[in-house]
């Protein structure tokens, strides 16, 4: 299919930027060590040009990953299509199937979103200052309970939809050992409600890691009323990060920085 005039340019700045430090790449390593074991499967929602997918493999896992947007999901067919431990599906996910409407940023395909609110919060918003979604696409959308029943439970979910990660969650019925969901100052209401949706699947504490920096804030792992009391306090200048949960009693949730 054509892109719109700069998709590929943009579509390779991602790929330098997610695919090109070398130390960025060994923190993401070692953060993600706690949490998917070799031999393990891993989900990444909403994977981008598969930088995680990468430091999934690095670490022996088996993965799952799902990306809406035609040209990200391109790159990702190229880097990893031939790869039997990775499963690729061109669709969004959410609470039900069906189609949803995608809106492309196509000088910055990372914020691609199927979310009008989260459109909305970010004209304006101090750093999100000259965002355009200027396409739109039709895309399938799956839910990790379909997933999961076609390709087993993972060990580790990662979610990063722009603003609907509660509604994928909503798409899950039942604990995983480990997941993460991305937040972003400009929508706290829907990291708060992603936050009670994993806390009412099983007794999860959580931890968070702000920006790409692929360390731990906390060195315990919190309670979900901690941790959104923590999210509630966050600065509107963190912009974003990613909320970890773990099951409570699976190990490691001390001494994590």
Do not use: C
């Not at 960025?24 to 040009?49: E, K, N, S, T, W």
């Not at 947007?69 to 959410?94: K, N, S, T, W, Y």
């Not at 798409?171 to 994993?198: H, K, Q, Y």
């Amino acid at each position: 299919m054509g892109y719109p005039p700069g998709t590929a340019r943009a579509i390779g700045q991602s790929l330098r930027l997610y695919h090109g430090d070398a130390a960025q790449a060994r923190r993401m390593d070692a953060l993600h060590a706690r949490l998917v074991p070799r031999g393990g499967m891993a989900f990444d929602i909403g994977a981008h040009v598969g930088d995680r997918v990468s430091s999934f493999r690095r670490l022996g896992a088996r993965v799952v990953a799902v990306e809406p947007q035609p040209a990200a999901f391109r790159a990702l067919r190229l880097i990893h299509g031939r790869d039997g431990g990775v499963v690729l599906i061109e669709a969004a996910a959410g609470a039900a199937a069906g189609v949803v409407a995608l809106h492309l940023n196509t000088a910055n395909p990372t914020v691609a979103t199927a979310s009008p609110d989260f459109i909305d919060a970010a004209r304006d918003a101090p750093g999100w200052e000259g965002q355009v979604w200027d396409d739109v696409v039709e895309v399938e959308r799956v839910t990790l309970d379909a997933l999961i029943a076609r390709h087993g439970t993972p060990d580790f979910i990662k979610i990063d939809v722009e603003g609907l990660e509660d509604e994928v969650l909503a798409g899950l019925s039942a604990a995983v050992p480990a997941l993460s969901f991305e937040i972003t100052t400009i929508r706290r209401a829907v990291a708060l409600r992603a936050l009670e949706r994993v806390a009412r699947l099983g007794g999860y504490r959580f931890n968070l890691s702000l920006g790409e920096a692929h360390r731990f804030e906390h060195d315990r792992w919190l309670t979900a009323d901690a941790m959104a009391r923590a999210l509630a306090a966050l600065p509107g200048a963190a912009n974003s990060g990613d909320v970890y949960a773990r099951l409570a009693g699976s190990g490691g949730e001390e001494g994590l920085q």
